[in-house]
């Protein structure tokens, strides 16, 4: 039983290019968060998706974000034209359902992907 | 007032100490409540929900004070794979929906 796939683990970008990071939740998952971690600070937000669904994205900062979660397929955050600001560790979580429901409804993480923008 | 808040420490305490850290938040009406673990740079894992009586998990124990609006960990006869972060979570409902939001965390060495 797979849990929460990311990959890849570490991405280096040069300033200005873009970022791809993939994420396939656990099985039987529909609900899928992702949040980012900076260097010694705490996880934030960023967006809550379902199937095909965006639902929650505030988060996300407004531009050069972006994130889909495909009917088939995995989750995939894309960050344009990186800037090193954006250097930090990226974390898809995976729910059965909406999570804060109950204390049935936790989230599993993945193991992340660090992005290192030079 | 931050939506979760927790003193970072560091916590210095000798294995075996009890130590016990403490979270608040700011949302009356959340409902569910979590403390994750966080070893450095690997991703958070799940140490146990909060019931609203109280849990208990080996040598874990966790509280819940819907009053005061904070929720507490207890860690027993601790060993020195009890160092980490530990984070307190709490979902917070927002025009999307619900979403878990993560406290700083509190960091937790434990030493010979």
């Known amino acids: 039983n797979a849990g929460v796939m990311q990959n890849p683990r570490h991405l280096v970008r040069r300033r200005g290019q873009e970022a791809r990071l993939r994420c396939s939740p656990m099985?039987?998952?529909?609900?899928v968060y992702w949040y980012r971690q900076l260097p010694e600070e705490g996880l934030k937000f960023m967006v809550y998706?379902?199937?095909?669904?965006?639902?929650?994205e505030s988060g996300m900062p407004k531009e050069r974000f972006s994130a889909e979660f495909p009917k088939e397929g995995p989750s995939i955050l894309r960050i344009q034209q990186v800037v090193r600001g954006d250097s930090a560790a990226y974390f898809c979580?995976?729910?059965?359902?909406?999570?804060?429901?109950?204390?049935?409804?936790?989230?599993?993480f993945g193991n992340g992907t660090r992005l290192t923008v030079t | 007032r931050k939506e979760v808040e927790q003193d970072p420490g560091p916590f210095n305490v000798p294995e075996g100490a009890t130590v016990a850290f403490n979270c608040t938040y700011s949302?009356?009406?959340?409902?569910?409540f979590f403390w994750y673990r966080q070893d450095c740079r690997k991703e958070p894992k799940l140490l146990m929900s909060?019931?609203?009586s109280g849990n208990e998990d080996g040598r874990f124990t966790a509280q819940l004070n819907r009053a005061s609006q904070y929720i507490s960990l207890l860690i027993r006869d601790s060993k020195l794979s009890d160092s980490a972060t530990y984070l307190c979570?709490?979902?917070?409902?927002?025009?999307?929906?619900?979403?878990?939001?993560f406290g700083t965390g509190t960091q937790l060495k434990v030493e010979l």
């Open positions: 979570v709490v979902n917070i409902l927002t025009g999307g929906g619900n979403k878990l939001t």
């Open positions: 909060v019931y609203s």
């Open positions: 998706l379902q199937k095909e669904n965006i639902i929650d």
């Open positions: 979580a995976s729910s059965p359902m909406e999570v804060g429901l109950s204390y049935n409804s936790p989230l599993h």
């Open positions: 099985k039987g998952h529909s609900h």
């Open positions: 949302n009356s009406a959340s409902q569910s």
